[in-house]
């Protein structure tokens, strides 16, 4: 597609309840990523996925948190046993990795509230 | 512990005047550094980059100044417009096959008419 597509663009949930979130990255788009932002904080990076490279998980906040790629495209977030602290935008992007700044073109996010 | 700090959480700006919004980094070993705009409900959209090389750059009315020995960098927006009026965040990339960007807490940018 043409940008970053992620879906639910909400999400309310109950505490303790799974969600999964996708991402529909840019195509030919080798590298993805998943930053959240919190109400007032910045961007706070989650996971990082660089072709068939194994994954950067230093962000993952706890194990309950996990993320996949599969067939090197879309990406699915998958939050376990929801706490209402995870309640944020969830910001999907996707780089065409190489020398350069790298630049990130992040999609809408997907606001996630644990009630 | 933040590497990447905008201080700064909001700035109000004259249409037509200077804006100006900072950043300081602790990593000297990040090797590129990029701003992003953000709108309310949209994702950050990259605005312009610079690499560590480098002490300017400039796109228009927006400019960046990077000062290495500080760990300070700087965009500049002139004139301020009223639709510049949004988030800004700075980032930096840390390097080598690092592709991931670590990103300040934003600055909230008014432009007044």
């Known amino acids: 597609g043409a940008g970053v597509s992620q879906s639910p663009s909400n999400k309310v949930t109950e505490k303790g309840k799974d969600v999964e979130l996708r991402c529909d990255p840019i195509?030919?788009?080798?590298?993805l990523y998943w930053y959240r932002q919190s109400l007032g904080q910045g961007l706070e990076f989650l996971i990082y996925?660089?072709?068939?490279?194994?994954?950067?998980k230093s962000g993952l906040p706890s194990d309950r948190f996990s993320a996949e790629r599969t067939g090197g495209s879309v990406s699915t977030l998958t939050i376990q046993r929801t706490q209402q602290e995870d309640s944020a935008v969830y910001l999907c992007?996707?780089?065409?990795?190489?020398?350069?700044?790298?630049?990130?073109?992040f999609g809408a996010g997907s606001r996630l509230t644990v009630l | 512990d933040q590497q990447v700090k905008q201080n700064s959480p909001s700035l109000s700006v004259q249409e037509g005047r200077i804006s100006i919004l900072n950043c300081d980094y602790t990593?000297?070993?990040?090797?590129?550094f990029l701003w992003y705009k953000k709108y309310p409900a949209e994702g950050p959209t990259f605005l312009i980059s610079?690499?560590?090389?480098?002490d300017k750059n400039e796109d228009g009315r927006f400019t960046v100044f990077l000062n290495k020995s500080a760990k300070h960098l700087s965009l500049h927006i002139v004139p301020s417009q009223p639709g510049d009026s949004a988030v800004y965040f700075c980032?930096?990339?840390?390097?080598?096959?690092?592709?991931?960007?670590?990103f300040g807490k934003g600055t909230k940018l008014s432009v007044k008419p």
């Open positions: 992007a996707s780089s065409l990795m190489g020398s350069g700044a790298n630049v990130l073109t």
């Open positions: 195509s030919g788009h080798t590298a």
């Open positions: 996925f660089q072709g068939n490279s194994a994954p950067d």
């Open positions: 990593n000297s070993m990040f090797d590129y």
């Open positions: 610079i690499s560590s090389i480098k």
């Open positions: 980032a930096a990339r840390g390097g080598g096959s690092q592709g991931n960007l670590i």
